[in-house]
T-cell receptor, first 112, second 113 residues
Framework: DQQVKQNSPSLSVQEGRISILNCDYT??????FLWYKKYPAEGPTFLIS?????DKNEDGRFTVFLNKSAKHLSLHIVPSQPGDSAVYFC???????????FGAGTRLTVKP | DADVTQTPRNRITKTGKRIMLECSQT?????MYWYRQDPGLGLRLIYY???????NKGEISDGYSVSRQAQAKFSLSLESAIPNQTALYFC????????????FGPGTRLTVL
């Protein structure tokens, strides 16, 4: 039972354009969401997060949007750079619960 | 030097063998985790530990055991490996003062023949 879903296994965008990665969840008890980035042969690294009390969080070129009513979040990367090419995982957890659930990941390719 | 290290990085073994994967960290974090990654399934939590005397099952603990030998060391054992345990395994750490962010090791690729 996948409670966090990333329905697009891959995404390709041109350098300088916007990348939008999507994530859906089913458990309404999730109240904290994170995005991780993973390069080949490395572990995932934390990118950005958002609490359920917010609907937007921004960090430089990266912005995460949360739509609680739709149980949907998205990661926007503007402008996209070739170095952003990686697999992006969406993750979600409940308050005071350490069982973090991950999506299957989306492979982003940014073409020069 | 890496803050979270995993050994071995790659391992090929046979069905029925006992395997231990080791994780060490120099971040001083109290919490440590073991995940496995499978294609199309993302990362799934196997076990986690909040300190040396604390062990908790995650989403998929069957067939695995863990040992927290010290604050900095957390090992994962497969008592009798089976082919569907072929996966990429990640160790992670966190500290409650830093919220929910977890720091991952580079991973161990395990193949069970």
């Amino acid at each position: 039972d996948q409670q966090v879903k990333q329905n697009s296994p891959s995404l390709s965008v041109q350098e300088g354009r916007i990348s939008i990665l999507n994530c859906d969840y089913t458990n309404s008890m999730f109240d904290y969401f994170l995005w991780y980035k993973k390069y080949p042969a490395e572990g995932p690294t934390f990118l950005i997060s958002i609490s359920s009390i917010k609907d937007k969080n921004e960090d430089g070129r990266f912005t995460v949007f949360l739509n609680k009513s739709a149980k949907h979040l998205s990661l926007h990367i503007v402008p996209s750079q070739p170095g952003d090419s990686a697999v992006y995982f969406c993750a979600a957890r409940r308050y005071n619960n350490n069982d973090m659930r991950f999506g299957a990941g989306t492979r982003l390719t940014v073409k020069p | 030097d890496a803050d979270v290290t995993q050994t071995p990085r790659n391992r090929i073994t046979k069905t029925g063998k006992r395997i231990m994967l080791e994780c060490s960290q120099t971040k001083g974090h109290d919490r440590m985790y073991w995940y496995r990654q499978d294609p199309g399934l993302g990362l799934r939590l196997i076990y986690y530990s909040f300190d040396v005397k604390d062990i908790n099952k995650g989403e998929i603990s069957d067939g695995y055991s863990v040992s927290r030998q010290a604050q900095a060391k957390f090992s994962l054992s497969l008592e009798s490996a089976i082919p569907n345990q072929t996966a990429l395994y990640f160790c992670a750490t966190s500290d409650f003062t830093q919220g929910y962010e977890q720091f991952f090791g580079p991973g161990t690729r395990l193949t069970v023949l």
